[in-house]
């Protein structure tokens, strides 16, 4: 309930005497509504203000939690209740902790990733196994004459990758077979005259 000459004022103070903190929107309603929660202004915060910011969360919405942690919340405060059958003014703007524990699971995987993901696309080894299992190699739809044109609608794409990759197709139309060849043949560049 705060304006931000408000809110910069408390902070002036209190970064006098402490230096780490950490601000939390909050919306004084119980429960809140997703759309008021205020997620936006966590970065906002940390713009306006340069300080850690995060969500004092009165929703009751596991949703709303999820999405502070991926808009940036470096804290997050959360009511937990036992039942949402318990009695009392807190139970309807609460998590269960079942909730409680999958978000922390989220909020430690989230920020794993983030910080160890793949941030660009390179062929690990393991993967270059797996293209041969996954991509497909080119094989003859019907037995080919020896001396005869290859034609596209002589071939196939078959896994695993054997032989000729199926994408590159097009660099064996036109060219004549060695052999004869059997249905089914997984071709090579051997098997074709220039």
């Known amino acids: 309930m705060s304006e931000k000459k408000e809110i910069q004022s408390v902070l002036n103070y209190i970064k006098k005497k402490r230096k780490n903190l950490v601000l939390l929107q909050c919306f004084s309603s119980y429960p809140?509504?997703?759309?008021?929660?205020?997620?936006?202004?966590?970065?906002?915060?940390?713009?306006?203000f340069n300080v850690c910011s995060g969500v004092s969360d009165h929703s009751g919405n596991l949703n709303s939690l999820l999405l502070s942690v991926t808009l940036g919340a470096n804290v997050i405060e959360t009511h937990v209740c036992f039942s949402k059958n318990y009695f009392g003014p807190d139970t309807s703007s609460?998590?269960?902790?079942?909730?409680?524990?999958?978000?922390v699971k989220f909020s430690e995987d989230f920020y794993f990733v983030k910080k160890k993901g793949t941030k660009k696309k390179e062929i690990?080894?393991?993967?270059?196994?797996?293209?041969?299992?996954?991509?497909?190699?080119?094989?003859?739809?019907?037995?080919?004459?020896?001396?005869?044109?290859?034609?596209?609608?002589?071939l196939?794409?078959?896994?695993?990758?054997?032989?000729?990759?199926?994408?590159?197709y097009k660099k064996i139309i036109g060219k004549k077979a060695k052999k004869n060849f059997s249905v089914n043949h997984i071709i090579k560049m051997k098997d074709l005259l220039k």
């Open 32 to 48: 809140t509504k997703l759309i008021n929660v205020g997620h936006k202004l966590i970065n906002q915060f940390k713009k306006d």
């Open 94 to 103: 609460s998590i269960k902790f079942d909730q409680l524990k999958f978000l």
């Open 124 to 154: 690990t080894s393991t993967q270059k196994k797996l293209r041969k299992i996954f991509f497909k190699g080119l094989a003859f739809r019907q037995n080919v004459s020896k001396g005869q044109v290859i034609k596209k609608e002589f």
């Open 156 to 168: 196939k794409d078959i896994k695993p990758l054997i032989g000729i990759p199926a994408n590159n």
